[in-house]
């Protein structure tokens, strides 16, 4: 199966300015994001005891966070859950590692959610 495992940095003390990352809707068990935690631009070094979540607000309202896993390069993956790809249009984002008493979570980032052509699974002959 094809996996797709996109490279980004995320700010923590300051606004973040990547261009939105894009993905297909209905895609699943496919897309993920190598994340590298960033303090002014220099990169924080992540304990890998961490929990991290990546944390998603849709379109209609509705949020929920992910587990992902802290990688041993100080960096953190995370999917880019089925449920997040699940409507099209633009889900807020912010990503979290989370210690034995304590909390990070970089500042918002945009997933741009593209309407697949046709998310049925139904395929003709």
């Known amino acids: ?14 606004q ?9 809707q209905s895609d699943c068990n496919s897309r993920f ?19 991290v979540t990546i944390n998603a607000e849709r379109k209609d ?6 587990y992902g896993m802290v990688n041993e390069d100080d960096t953190a993956t995370v999917p880019l859950h089925s449920w997040i790809l699940e409507l099209d249009g633009i889900v807020n984002c912010d ?18 959610v593209e ?3 046709c998310s049925s699974s139904d395929v003709s002959e």
Do not use: C, H, Y
């Open 1 to 14: 199966m094809a996996i797709i495992t996109k490279a980004i940095k995320l700010e923590t003390t300051q």
């Open 16 to 24: 973040n300015l990547i261009q939105a990352v894009i993905a297909k």
């Open 33 to 51: 994001l190598k994340v590298t935690f960033l303090d002014e631009g220099t990169v924080i070094s992540l304990d890998p005891s961490s929990q």
């Open 61 to 66: 309202g509705a949020a929920k966070s992910f």
């Open 95 to 112: 990503i979290s590692i989370i210690g034995e008493d304590s909390r990070l979570t970089t500042t918002g980032f945009v997933v741009k």
């Open 115 to 117: 309407k697949a052509a």
